[in-house]
């Protein structure tokens, strides 16, 4: 295990503030990364981590670190590439023939291999020493008539990662024996892993170079958006995300335009000096406090914004950049109206209108709908790219249906500034 670095916050600390082994905790873990030019980051939050069971599971800095900590104190270590997951090897990336995937192995949908894009071990069951029950990620990163390369490293093996510890809560009750046992940091690097940029000749295939992109209805959007909408789409919990990134990322008395936006841009502790909205519904706009300029313009017939060249500071996109047919040519224009060094600032969960939304959506993991996304900033010429997320929160407890669904709608964040 390589050397640590620990950083733990100055608090003063009353003595019940401390864990014991029997505490019951709810923690939050992070992992942050450097993939080429897009820097990383992933939080993960579990209820109920028992100190007694779940920190043997932990590497033995974070472990040893658990006695110390307090309700917001927060621990990293920073590990070098392979020391968390096992070691990056040739011996790995397989060249099968390409009758080694099974497209039936998903019940009644037919999958056909794409490069870039991950798939369960199992569907290549059968060669490889793999079997149809393994559920691990297997990445496709060659293909042709009669051969298909498949990538079984664990993703993130090749990169130096900085993990963090937080606590969040101390829970009433004590938890000695029983229950799931939980493998925190293997629950926190299973998933961000989808982000990884691909090495080599090949680059993933995230169908951008179909334009349009399809969707289910391809009816012109102006029928689907005729009646106002003046509800919110993601939950609380998620929302007070968008907006407290909104005010971190924006400078202060920013022009800031809301595109594909509503009644609410999320911009409250933002406090822009400007606000531009454009959206489909003249209701939903007008009802729109902030906004000092409306604009009602279909983005998927006439892609061309009626803003002159670098006159913004930051544009925000809520939930919606599913949407877009032709996201390169939103994207060019949005860089062509931002002032250089602006931010352009996409946030997104996992709800979406199913018919409107592209087809790829629905089929990408919702890690891999973070680097689609991150593509499209790199060919739209941005830089300064970053990822965020945020999974597992609990659902709050005025939600809906926070009886039937106990987490919070994930948060996912990207976003790059124009040169």
């Known amino acids: 295990m390589p050397p640590a670095t620990l950083t733990t916050p100055a608090a003063t600390v009353e003595p019940s503030g401390h864990l014991d082994p029997k505490s019951l905790a709810a923690l939050s873990f992070d992992v942050g990364w450097q993939d080429g030019d897009v820097t990383h980051e992933d939080h993960l939050f579990f209820n109920k981590f028992s100190v007694w069971r779940d920190s043997e599971h932990l590497p033995p800095e974070l ?12 621990v990293t270590a920073a590990y070098t590439a392979g020391a968390l997951l096992p070691p990056w090897t040739d011996s790995d990336v397989l060249a099968l023939p390409r009758a080694a995937f099974d497209g039936d192995y998903l019940r009644g949908r037919r999958l056909t291999p794409v490069v870039g894009r991950f798939y369960p071990r199992g569907i290549f069951h059968g060669h490889g020493g793999l079997v149809r029950e393994e559920w691990k990620p297997a990445r496709v990163t060659g ?30 009750g004590t938890d000695m024996r029983g229950g799931r046992c939980n493998n925190c940091i293997d629950d926190l690097l299973r998933g961000p892993g989808f ?62 335009l809301d595109l594909m936006g509503s009644f609410d841009s999320h911009l409250e502790q933002a406090a822009p000096a400007e606000l531009a909205v454009l959206g489909m519904n003249t209701s939903e706009l007008d009802a729109n406090p902030m906004a000092v300029s409306r604009t009602v313009q279909d983005l998927n017939s006439n892609p061309r914004l009626p803003y002159t060249e670098a006159c913004f500071d930051a544009v925000v996109c809520t939930a919606s950049v599913e949407y877009l ?39 990408l993991h919702e890690f891999e709908r973070v680097a689609w996304l991150t593509e499209v900033y790199k060919r739209s010429g941005f830089n300064e790219l970053h990822t965020l997320s945020k999974r597992n929160w609990p659902r709050p407890m005025e939600d809906a249906y926070s009886a039937a669904q106990p987490f919070a709608d994930p948060f996912f964040a990207v976003w790059g500034r124009r040169p």
């Open 195 to 256: 982000m990884v940029q691909m090495t080599g000749e090949n680059t993933p295939d995230f169908g951008l170079n179909q334009r349009p992109l399809t969707r289910p209805d391809r009816t012109p959007d102006t029928g689907f958006y005729s009646l106002p909408r003046l509800v919110q789409h993601l939950d609380t919990w998620c929302l007070q995300e968008v907006a407290s990134l909104y005010a971190r990322l924006l400078p202060a008395s920013a022009s800031v």
């Open 63 to 74: 472990a040893q670190a658990i006695p110390t900590l307090t309700v917001g104190a927060r």
């Open 325 to 363: 047919t032709d996201p390169l040519a939103v994207f060019a224009e949005i860089r062509r109206i931002l002032k250089p060094g602006g931010v352009f600032v996409n946030t997104f969960s996992n709800r979406w209108f199913p018919t409107k939304a592209i087809d790829l959506w629905p089929d």
């Open 143 to 172: 293909l042709s008539e009669k051969s298909i390369s498949v990538d079984l490293n664990a993703p993130l093996s090749r990169f130096p990662l900085s993990v963090g510890m937080s606590l969040e809560a101390i829970l009433d």
